[in-house]
Nanobody, 114 residues
Framework: QVQLVESGGGLVQPGGSLRLSCAAS????????MGWYRQAPGKQRGLVAV???????NYGDSVKGRFTISRDNAKNTVYLQMNSLKPDDTAVYYC????????WGQGTQVTVSS
């Protein structure tokens, strides 16, 4: 049973930064891709960023240039560095492995507010 555990969420002021971590119970190298999704109240869950086994990355339009996804295969962990945060980034952030029909973490709340 694969488990994904997110951490690093919290309250931050606009313009600030946070780094989310997603620790997997097994080897993340076994997954074709890992990613981060987010869901704000009243909105559908949407893609934030994804990284392939080979290291290729893709980002949602609203976070390009501000967020960076990375992976440490030795630590079985995926990261999301979030800079220049905006109130619209407020959401629950979910770690994912192998796409929407794959595995999900429990989510971590990110709130951007002054």
């Amino acid at each position: 049973q694969v488990q994904l555990v997110e951490s690093g969420g919290g309250l931050v002021q606009p313009g600030g930064s946070l780094r989310l971590s997603c620790a997997a119970s097994g080897s993340i190298f076994s997954f074709n891709a890992m990613g981060w999704y987010r869901q704000a109240p009243g909105k559908q869950r949407g893609l934030v960023a994804v990284i392939s086994r080979g290291g290729s990355t893709n980002y949602g339009d609203s976070v390009k240039g501000r967020f960076t996804i990375s992976r440490d295969n030795a630590k079985n962990t995926v990261y999301l560095q979030m800079n220049s945060l905006k109130p619209d980034d407020t959401a629950v952030y979910y770690c994912n492995a192998d796409g929407v029909i794959g595995y999900w973490g429990q989510g971590t709340q990110v709130t951007v507010s002054s």
